[in-house]
């Protein structure tokens, strides 16, 4: 997925999972959006003679929806503008090589010290950075600091909202920045790579201007170094360039001559400043020019491959507007008999885990005994059944006897994921005012835990008449991971 498109989609998610009350986008504004994003996803799709995609239809509602919300709130308008500008990649170059020239051009004085000449310091400063990032394997890639600095951006124009505004820009914050940190990353490394090579350049254009009008002397002074030692660092930093050019590097006798004293001595410094540009160019600008276009290449790939996990809770529930048919989450009781409200609440969840447009597909309850005909005419495989769910009534204590004999004969007959929902209203009820009431219903429900687990199962404990489903979504994840 493109970045824009994925940096619209994620702004949405954060605004709808923090907006529970409707108050920046309605449940009408939602549902208008997913209407209109699933016909102009089969339009797109049709005029392109391809499938219409979960990601296109997403990329429309998201569109949709912050188009609508952004006519209310300025805020969210600014945040979903505020995104990387392309111009600012070639300034920062171009800036770069203007500072190059006049920093040059601010240092020259047509005396050059061969151990303190600026270009000797460019060098030294790049192949430090070069072992940087070859250590950068065993250091770890420190991309804390840059998701700051991509929160910081981002955040800006959210600083002066509040409340449920700035829940959902803190959202989008945090999202973002754990999604697009590798992007930021390689977008800062070609930037800066490009940067430096364009500093370096300008660094030698400006030498060079000067060098056409003014004349160079090359000369070197040291308060602890002696001309053997000079010699040999010289040799070993320009005697590859020098060889490259095919001319002889200067014996330590030449290097002695060369030694400044009194402001008296130097030699022409026409050689040195070839040899130094060469030098500069194999360990500074080439190097550096190819990890810009490997940082290039890298922007590139990361800017057209976002990828969301559409399987997630949120998506889920979004994306069963452009299903082809409306999902049915079967439910399935034991030996109990389900309220009206304990109905409703079934549907309320169903509803919540796979989209308003979803239906309760309720069984008969199955009794005590009957245990081995639970699957009788009961599909193995439907498709528009993405979950099954067990319902257990929290009054009864867990038995392998008969409810694990019967969960044994679902699992036997159906392919379809399977969770357990506990209703611990019929067992509030029983116990009334008594004593230590919520102790023995916690106690129950760790009972019925416990026993899930022993057979690889989800189960939620909640009060269906009024279901906590968040809550319940969180109990039953690993059977929506297995239903995405």
Known sequence: MQEQPARDIVLVRAIETTDADGTLLSADDRRHASRAAAELAHWDAAGQRAPATAQLFLARRAALSLDRVGAREPVLRAL????????????????????????????????????????????????????????????????????????????????????????????????????????????????????????????????????????????????????????????????????????????????????????????????????????????????????????????????????????APYFRRVLAAFAPANARVRAIPYSTTLSEAAVAGLGALARHLFGDATQLALRPSVEYGTEEQAARDLPSREDDVPLTLVVFNAAATPESENHGRFLDTLRASIVTPLALVVDTAPYRARLGAQAGAGERIEERCRAWLAFAAARGLPVSCLELPAPALAQAEADLAAALGAAA
């Open 80 to 311: 979903r503008a505020s995104r990387w500008r392309p111009w600012f990649g070639l300034l920062l170059p171009l800036a770069a090589l203007a500072l190059g020239v006049l920093t040059e051009q601010i240092g020259d004085r047509q005396h050059i010290n061969v151990l303190a000449f600026p270009l000797l310091g460019i060098i030294a400063w790049n192949l430090v950075t070069y072992v940087l990032l070859l250590l950068r394997p065993l250091l770890g890639r420190p991309l804390g600091p840059l998701r700051r600095w991509i929160g910081g951006a981002v955040r800006a124009p959210g600083a002066a909202a509040s409340g449920t505004v700035q829940a959902a820009v803190t959202r989008f914050v945090d999202d973002w920045s754990a999604l697009a940190t590798p992007l930021a990353a390689a977008r800062a490394g070609r930037v800066l790579h490009l940067s430096a090579a364009a500093f370096a350049l300008g660094a030698l254009l400006g030498l060079y201007l000067r060098a056409l009008a003014f004349e160079y002397r090359i000369g070197w002074e040291s308060t602890f170094l002696q001309a053997p030692t000079v010699h040999a660092i010289l040799a070993t930093l320009l005697g590859p360039a020098a060889r490259l050019l095919g001319t002889p590097f200067p014996p330590v006798e030449a290097i002695e001559a060369m030694r400044v004293s009194g402001g008296v001595g130097g030699s022409d410094a026409g050689p040195w400043i070839h040899w130094y540009a060469v030098t500069l160019g194999l360990t500074v600008i080439v190097p550096r020019l190819l990890l810009a276009a490997w940082s290039t290449w890298r922007e590139r790939q990361l800017a057209t491959s976002f990828s969301l996990d559409l399987g």
